[in-house]
């Protein structure tokens, strides 16, 4: 069976709202569209580029589709290539063509067709789209969370865990690494279980 994996971009209060572009996603007047620009470095390049690594396919929601799909056919580079040759997964409530080569709208009942979608590919990675990656923390419907967390603070926006989120068991699988401009990268793969619970305060009564 494949594996789902969410990639996000966050800042460090949780919003992950249009960090690419200043007109990305201008929903509930955000104004900090393109927030991401100014902390890209080497180091989070090289490890965005290390983290496709045998993707096979794209799972995205409608508004993370129409952004892709406007810039990636015209641009050039690996990451360009990689995204134009994929299959590309869309979650959308609304029938529409996608004009994107090899791009499939998901039926109805999106839980299922994600995952079938398991059984046709190795690694699916969902890019931005918040809305839908709502409907797979809710589903407990990925395997992999990779979070690239930024030093600000915006107090407003789109969270990562919104209010889709049931309790659950992440694991850390990989060393964090944190880039020059001070973005941090947490890879965590879904555990069993949901959170224990225990009281701090027998063990100090004890001492």
Same mark, same amino acid.
Do not use: C
């Given at each position: 069976?494949?594996?789902?994996?969410?990639? %996000?971009?966050?800042?460090?209060?949780?919003?992950?709202?249009?960090?690419?572009?200043? *007109?990305?996603?201008?929903?509930?007047?955000?104004?900090?569209?393109?927030?991401?620009?100014? %902390?890209?470095?080497?180091?989070?390049?090289?490890?965005?580029?290390?983290?496709?690594?045998?993707?096979?396919?794209?799972? %995205?929601?409608?508004?993370?589709?129409? #952004?892709?799909?406007?810039?990636?056919?015209?641009?050039?580079?690996?990451?360009?290539?990689?995204?134009?040759?994929?299959?590309?997964?869309?979650?959308?409530?609304?029938?529409?063509?996608?004009?994107?080569?090899?791009?499939?709208?998901?039926?109805?009942?999106?839980?299922?067709?994600?995952?079938?979608?398991? *059984?046709?590919?190795?690694?699916?990675? $969902? #890019?931005?789209?918040?809305?839908?990656?709502?409907?797979?923390?809710?589903?407990?419907?990925?395997?992999?969370?990779?979070?690239? $967390?930024?030093?600000? %603070?915006?107090?407003?926006?789109?969270?990562?865990?919104?209010?889709?989120?049931?309790?659950?068991?992440?694991?850390? #699988?990989?060393?964090?690494?944190?880039?020059?401009?001070?973005?941090?990268?947490?890879?965590?793969?879904?555990?069993?279980? #949901?959170?224990?619970?225990?009281?701090?305060?027998?063990?100090?009564?004890?001492?």
């Amino acid at each position: 069976m494949g594996l789902i994996h969410i990639d %996000l971009f966050t800042t460090l209060d949780g919003v992950a709202q249009a960090p690419g572009g200043p *007109d990305e996603d201008t929903d509930s007047g955000f104004v900090f569209g393109g927030w991401q620009a100014l %902390l890209l470095d080497e180091v989070v390049g090289e490890q965005v580029n290390s983290g496709m690594a045998g993707m096979d396919a794209l799972l %995205l929601g409608r508004r993370t589709y129409d #952004i892709f799909a406007a810039y990636w056919p015209h641009a050039d580079g690996g990451i360009a290539r990689l995204f134009n040759r994929l299959p590309k997964y869309v979650a959308s409530r609304q029938a529409r063509t996608l004009e994107w080569a090899d791009s499939t709208l998901l039926g109805p009942d999106v839980v299922a067709a994600v995952r079938e979608l398991r *059984d046709r590919h190795a690694n699916i990675h $969902v #890019i931005g789209s918040l809305d839908f990656v709502q409907t797979l923390f809710a589903e407990r419907l990925f395997d992999r969370l990779t979070l690239w $967390v930024n030093p600000i %603070l915006l107090g407003s926006g789109k969270k990562v865990f919104a209010d889709g989120v049931v309790p659950t068991n992440l694991r850390l #699988i990989e060393p964090v690494v944190t880039s020059p401009k001070g973005a941090v990268m947490q890879r965590y793969a879904l555990a069993d279980g #949901i959170p224990g619970v225990g009281d701090m305060s027998a063990g100090s009564r004890e001492d």
